[in-house]
């Protein structure tokens, strides 16, 4: 399934499945320009299992909001990608499931650049590669725990963001998260960012043989967390955090 926009200020309020979703199949949606408002329930905006799923901004200042499921997530045997070229862009996802019982007013957001498995103690099933890719612009992620380079079991996560001053905003298992033989990464080659956690397990912490690697490349940047130190390896896990 392939839908393409070619120009225009759009509005987009969808369900599920949609906006470059591949399930059991390929998903592909492009816009080529204007700044565009994108409203999902979940498993959209770049979100792939057992299939490929696609989506691609190409310019404008654009706002992605999705409760759960999206914006560069993939599960099982899945490869999603959800790629801004340039512009001033706004990525929200979370406050839908909540994250209990470890908390009681924090959400589930599986977003912007998750790879997750489906974890059992006899083995349960691998995960997929889930990637939000940014070309430019100063732009703001806001999510809540698994999002922002987070990977669980046997998956792959990654967000890269090429230029601009950003904010990075989460609260639990976000910003370079690898839970259990995983691995997750987050590149932010320019600007003058900002990386906050309100909890902790954040900023390249990888545990139980996960890889987790967060690198700023330039810039004048803050590091915040309440719980969480830059570069944490446990049990048996390897962080690595690099500002250069």
């Known amino acids: 399934g392939i839908a393409r926009d070619e120009g225009g200020d759009d509005v987009y309020r969808t369900g599920a499945l949609s906006l470059g979703c591949g399930l059991a ?5 492009s816009d080529a320009h204007g700044s ?33 499921y999206g914006q560069g997530m993939a599960r099982t045997q899945g490869v999603a990608a959800l790629i801004d070229r340039s512009g001033r862009d706004i990525y929200r996802a979370g406050g839908s499931a909540l994250n209990s019982p470890l908390f009681i007013d924090v ?3 599986f977003a912007q650049g998750m790879g ?36 669980y079991w046997f ?21 370079s998260s690898a839970m259990h033989l995983t691995a997750a990464y987050l590149f932010d080659l320019t600007g003058d960012d900002a990386y906050s956690m309100k909890f902790g397990a954040g ?13 700023d490349r330039a810039g004048n940047d803050v590091y915040a967390a309440r719980d969480s130190n830059p570069s944490t390896g446990n049990a048996n896990g390897l962080g690595l955090f690099v500002d250069a």
């Open 25 to 29: 199949g390929v998903g592909v949606f």
């Open 36 to 68: 565009d408002l994108y409203q999902s329930k979940a498993m959209s905006q770049g979100l792939a299992a057992f299939g490929i799923g696609l989506m691609i901004d190409a310019k404008g200042d654009d706002f992605y909001d999705i409760p759960l």
């Open 107 to 109: 959400h589930y957001s």
């Open 116 to 151: 997750m498995g489906f974890r059992e103690d006899t083995g349960g099933t691998s995960g997929g590669v889930g990637l939000l890719l940014d070309g430019g612009g100063g732009d703001a992620y806001l999510a809540e725990t698994y999002a922002q380079a987070a990977s």
């Open 155 to 175: 998956g792959l996560g990654m967000l890269w963001d090429r230029d601009g001053h950003d904010s990075y905003n989460a609260y639990h298992y976000a910003q």
């Open 203 to 215: 900023h390249a912490i990888g545990h139980d043989y996960g890889v987790a690697v967060l690198l």
